[in-house]
């Protein structure tokens, strides 16, 4: 069965961009939909349920085939031998690695399959190689690793590493009094030249500031610096720049398993409670640096007899996004906890946001973000690839991080001589390994990794900061 929302023969003529067919229409799935359908890319959606296929293709300009996205029929109405990219992103690795490899007997098509199961973790490299795709992304995993980094760097809401961990985007509040407060970009820049200020949020409004933008105390800010300069610049300015030396983990599932797993090869002290016995002891041999016990995560009494009153970090990591929400509040109210709260389906992100959950990971984003900057680069045929993509402060900023592979309009051309588009700022240089926080003297070289921030969305390529 076919819905579409758009005329079929349009959708054939009228190709802007990639076609790709998407596997499975849950959280990650639709996410995806709604996030590529915005870059004109031609999109055709395959699930087994009829009423999400119809509430998909009535919202976005897609095509929708109620169908087993692994059946050869089914990928073939859906234009296999014509696409440029399947996506599996079904609740079922092995399904979705089923996919991929009926696609690639058929088609020469890019294929990239979403793989979460813990069981699979040490074979990416080795399934990705023998099925020929493009890539393997964990969702779970990589949420751990957003988690893992902030526990690492606590006052943080945010951390993001780019140019392959060797410089890192970090985002905080300003509170009152501090050193930051009612300082120019320009006379922080003074201090240090190893950290630039990228983007402010004050009042829900975005800035990308220049250097006569005067910082306030309540301002949320990212700003990138070298990965060894971050604790550095953090202590400098006031902020505890050591990890925490424990942590309370809620939910014993794939998510809770890596981050426990990260927690404790970094020498951080975890206690995980999880409610399934049979779980438990799963997690008793697969981590035994770790303490696991066997307990309803909702239970307050259970809570404060392990600690949580005193514990430096406390993060609600089941499967529902209402019981994290409400076990966040509670350790807000009881204790002085770093909060890292995971959100999988929930969609009201400014009315999270309101509720002060700490920092708020969404592996949605995280999976859909990775897969975008492989599309962009796949598009992209100018001369450089988007090695990097991430989204800031709901969407509205865009960090790219692009591979400069030879010369263009860009290169070997004084930063300061660039006409650039407005509320963009080229934030670092990676060459040869070093992170550079350049000046209007630098210039981009072919071989450079480049970091763009902007208001501005949909770049692929580095030429598109031009004006």
Known sequence: MLFSKKNITDKLNMKSGLNIIIVGCGTVGRTLVEQLSKENHDITVIDTGSERIADITNQFDVLGIVGNGASFNVQREAGIKDADLIIAVTDSDELNLLCCTVASRVTDCAAIAKVSKPAYSHELDYIKEKLGLAMIINPEYEAAREMSRVLCLPTALEVTSFAHGKAELVKIRIPKGNTLDSKTVKQMGAVTDSVLICAVERNNNIYIPSGDFELKSGDVISFVAPSKRVGEFLKRIGFKSNKVSNAMIIGGNDAGFYLAKMLTSNGISV?????????????????????????????????????????????????????????????????????????????????????????????????????????????????????????????????????????????????????????????????????????????????????????????????????
Request: hydrophobic content about 40%; some cysteine.
């Open 271 to 467: 206690k995980l409670i999880e409610k399934d016995k049979t779980r438990c002891e799963e997690l008793s041999a697969a981590i035994p640096k770790a303490v696991i016990i066997n307990g309803n995560g909702t239970d307050e009494d259970l809570l404060i007899e392990e600690g949580l009153l005193t514990c430096e970090a406390f993060v609600p990591i089941t499967s529902s996004d209402e019981e994290n929400i409400l076990l966040a509040l509670n350790a807000k109210q009881n204790s002085d906890a770093k909060l890292v709260t995971k959100i999988n389906r929930i969609a009201f992100k400014q009315a999270i946001n309101n509720l002060d959950l700490g920092s708020v990971v969404y592996p949605r984003y995280i999976t859909s973000e990775a897969i975008i900057a492989y599309v962009r680069a796949k598009k992209a045929s100018m001369g450089s690839n988007v090695e990097t993509l991430y989204h800031m402060f709901d969407n509205r900023v865009e960090a790219v991080e692009f591979k400069v592979d030879k010369p263009s309009r860009v290169t070997n051309v004084p930063l300061s001589e660039l006409k650039l588009k407005s509320d963009l700022l080229i934030c670092f240089i990676s060459r040869r390994g070093k992170i550079i926080i350049p000046s209007g003297q630098d210039c981009i070289l072919p071989g450079d990794n480049v970091m763009i921030v902007s208001t501005h969305t949909g770049f692929n390529d580095i030429s598109n900061i031009l004006a």
